[in-house]
């Protein structure tokens, strides 16, 4: 299993990143796809998941209404689109298949001015 994740940056506040996740080594039209966050000195956390077929999406609270998370199973690719970003967003960003334990080496959002 290998993920890869790209699109991350230094934006600043209101503004907005799309990050990407390549993903391989698995059945990827098979799997629940997720997004995860940790911020330093926190704890991991679900950002946001769809389902294998895309039709099953669920978010945080904390980013409903401003992020959007995507799948495209003929390039084995999920993306997060991220709009009126917000420093509390700021964090390293991994991609997960739900039910595989493993992780990619996340891609870093930095939201300043």
């Known amino acids: 299993v290998q993920l890869v994740e790209s699109g991350g940056g230094l934006v600043q506040p209101g503004g907005s990143l799309r990050l990407s996740c390549a993903a391989s080594g698995f059945t990827f039209s098979s799997y629940a796809m997720s997004w995860y966050r940790q911020a330093p000195g926190k704890e991991r956390e679900l950002v946001a998941a769809i389902s294998s077929a895309g039709v099953g999406i669920n978010y945080v609270d904390s980013v409903k209404g401003r992020f959007t998370i995507s799948r495209d199973n003929a390039k084995n690719t999920v993306y997060l689109e991220m709009n009126g970003l917000k420093p509390e967003d700021t964090a390293v960003y991994y991609c997960?298949?739900?039910?595989?334990?493993?992780w990619g080496q996340g891609t870093q959002v930095t939201v300043s001015s």
């Open positions: 997960k298949a739900l039910r595989l334990d493993s």
